[in-house]
């Protein structure tokens, strides 16, 4: 009786919230105009360049521009796989912008890599550039005073939220659950796109949002990630993208957003905009040095930076999310297919979830049914290492296909993989664990994980990834990148599952470089290695019970066997890595079982639970 009416109530407010959801066009002008009495106009600097650092990334830019033609173009092109350079390269490209910034993400936190773009940003605004911020609304900026005082912050300076769930900017649980009742597919599709654009001129993109933990800043989860740093002409198309989003109708100005408009009309004055207060503040201080430091940009930027000639930036339109069966939405997604369709000798693919869309899988297929079929090596998380642990039970679920079917290496992330610890301790701190937020420190809304929908709503506790049996700092894949026959590769945005292909928009740069893709190669590769991950391959002996669990795999509900095709494997100490298809493979690497690492935990349960039950939630999760 209580679940009855708690699903009515649900029902009931979302149909109130739907039917009257929309801010009128008295209150828009109303706020408007409070914005525009109080938004600050004064600008530290009247110099035509808007007191612009001298950047060799921007240098290198506007010279790849300079010698571009239309049928010769020039790019320089950096692949950026440390978090530090990351985010130095953001910076110090913030600081070196003439005319205009543009930004655009999924996720927007108030830690400390969020608020240190976030002023860097208004500071340039106060320079005199114009900057633009387009924010998924669903996990961006969760602090609706933080957003009031946004609005006012600079004549110079602009916040749109994208797709907001029923025009607030801040979504409370019933709305979630009202949302899934009432309007789920229009809340189910997210702006899953990340790009910063300067001056039209260079901008990055690939998989980290304004979260500490996709710089290697968090003290217990971050992520392994990558960007690409990319300058010439494929920048217009970033433009070109970015206005198209800009300008669509769902994404939101914040006097349009029902809390915010309310907050702005009862605004006495506008709030002054705090200082920022870091919890490392040290760390901090070191990234802002290095973006100004000659010699640290030309060791860490300038020297991996490669010119070439043919790069294309591809994004999907935000049609996609209006009409995602129309061909056009999904540039970017058939792009990506149709490269992957053409690879003659190897795939190299670094994605957070394995959980192919019907496309891939088609793809995949048609490879693997060739006379020479390529290699396909598939990076990927373990259960001990992924925060979606619902996705990975579904990945769980189609071992057997990935492995047997389309012939997969499968390389699952370890936990506490040696690679991304060493890399992690360039970023570390000397300043002791970070102090719990007190007084006028931004409080975090959530935790937010680059899962799609399900996945990723929620308290801090529930986005938490599986207890493991050792303790200590923990890593997680995601990056998303592609590498074809050596000759090009893609950085992006894109998983690769079927949320990627037919519900967020995803946008990612193609460069059409040997040598780029061999660095790219050889970085996945390098998250392989026996110190960095396990290998999935069929268990050495095949009985009656794998035989059973073969039977409850391919049933779409009541998955409920628990042993499996494959399991996870770990090399034995003096023997060499090799491959699992190489006859020794066996004799040097011994089994580690399912989901080594995790404890027992109901984690472990849900995990079974969703392999078991959740197969038609794919598209969802």
């Not at 494929?234 to 109708?249: D, I």
């Not at 004799?587 to 079982?593: E, I, L």
């Amino acid at each position: 009786m209580r679940q009855r009416w708690i699903a009515l109530s649900t029902l009931f407010i979302a149909i109130l919230l739907s039917s009257g959801c929309s801010v009128s066009p008295t209150r828009v002008r109303r706020a408007d105009a409070v914005v525009a009495a109080g938004i600050q106009r004064q600008l530290d600097c009247d110099r035509p360049d808007h007191c612009a650092i001298d950047s060799p990334l921007l240098d290198a830019a506007h010279q790849a521009m300079a010698d571009s033609t239309d049928t010769q173009p020039v790019h320089v092109v950096t692949l950026l796989n440390d978090s530090e350079a990351a985010m130095v390269a953001r910076i110090n490209l913030i600081r070196a912008a003439q005319r205009s910034i543009d930004v655009q993400t999924y996720i927007w936190d108030q830690d400390d890599a969020g608020q240190l773009v976030l002023n860097e940003l208004l500071k340039a605004a106060r320079r005199g550039v114009k900057v633009r911020i387009l924010a998924d609304q669903l996990f961006s900026f969760g602090d609706a005073a933080l957003l009031d005082r946004l609005a006012t912050a600079h004549q110079n300076l602009e916040v749109r939220l994208y797709n907001p769930t029923f025009h607030e900017a801040q979504t409370s649980v019933v709305e979630f659950s009202a949302s899934i009742v009432c309007c789920f597919m229009k809340f189910n599709q997210r702006m899953h796109n990340k790009l910063l654009l300067v001056d039209n001129t260079i901008g990055i993109t690939g998989g980290r949002n304004y979260q500490d933990r996709y710089f290697d800043w968090d003290d217990e989860f971050d992520y392994v990630d990558r960007d690409v740093m990319v300058g010439g002409p494929a920048a217009q198309s970033m433009a070109t993208s970015f206005t198209t989003f800009w300008n669509h109708k769902r994404s939101t100005p914040l006097t349009h957003l029902r809390d915010i408009n309310r907050d702005l009309l009862h605004l006495e004055a506008p709030p002054p905009w705090p200082e920022p207060h870091y919890t490392h503040p040290q760390r901090v201080a070191r990234v802002q040095e290095e973006a100004e430091d000659d010699d640290w940009l030309d060791d860490a930027l300038v020297s991996d930076t490669l010119r070439t000639g043919r790069v294309e930036y591809f994004s999907d339109l935000p049609a996609k999310t209006n009409k995602p069966d129309k061909h056009g939405a999904h540039e970017f997604t058939t792009r990506l297919m149709h490269l992957v369709s053409s690879a003659q000798h190897e795939v190299i693919l670094q994605t957070p979830y394995l959980v192919l869309s019907d496309r891939a899988q088609e793809i995949f297929s048609r490879l693997r049914q060739r006379e020479t079929p390529p290699r396909i090596v598939v990076s990927t998380n373990s259960l001990a290492s992924t925060d979606a642990f619902a996705v990975y039970a579904l990945s769980y679920k189609h071992r057997k296909r990935y492995l047997k079917d389309d012939g997969f290496e499968i390389y699952e992330l370890k936990p506490h993989a040696v690679g991304p610890a060493e890399d992690n301790a360039q970023t570390a701190t000397d300043e002791g664990p970070t102090p719990p937020l007190t007084g006028n420190k931004p409080k975090h809304r959530r935790v937010g994980t680059d899962r799609g929908l399900l996945g990723s709503h929620g308290s801090a506790r529930r986005n938490r990834p599986a207890p493991l049996t050792v303790p200590g700092r923990r890593f997680a894949l995601h990056a998303k990148s592609i590498v074809v026959d050596d000759d090009f590769a893609m950085v992006g945005s894109h998983n690769f599952d079927p949320r990627s292909d037919h519900y967020n928009t995803e946008a990612g740069v193609i460069v059409y470089d040997a040598r780029f893709a061999n660095a790219l190669r050889e970085s996945i590769l390098r998250d392989t290695q026996p110190e960095n991950a396990w290998v999935v391959a069929p268990r050495l002996r095949n009985s009656a019970s794998t035989a059973i669990g073969d039977i409850s795999a391919s049933l779409p509900l009541f998955d409920l066997w628990p042993y499996r095709y494959a399991t996870s494997y770990d090399l034995k100490a003096g023997c060499t890595p090799m491959r699992p298809s190489d006859p020794a493979f066996f004799s040097c690497y011994t089994p580690v079982g399912d989901f080594p690492d995790v404890d027992v935990s109901p984690k472990l349960i849900y995990t079974r639970l969703i392999t078991a039950f959740g197969s038609g939630a794919e598209g969802v999760l």
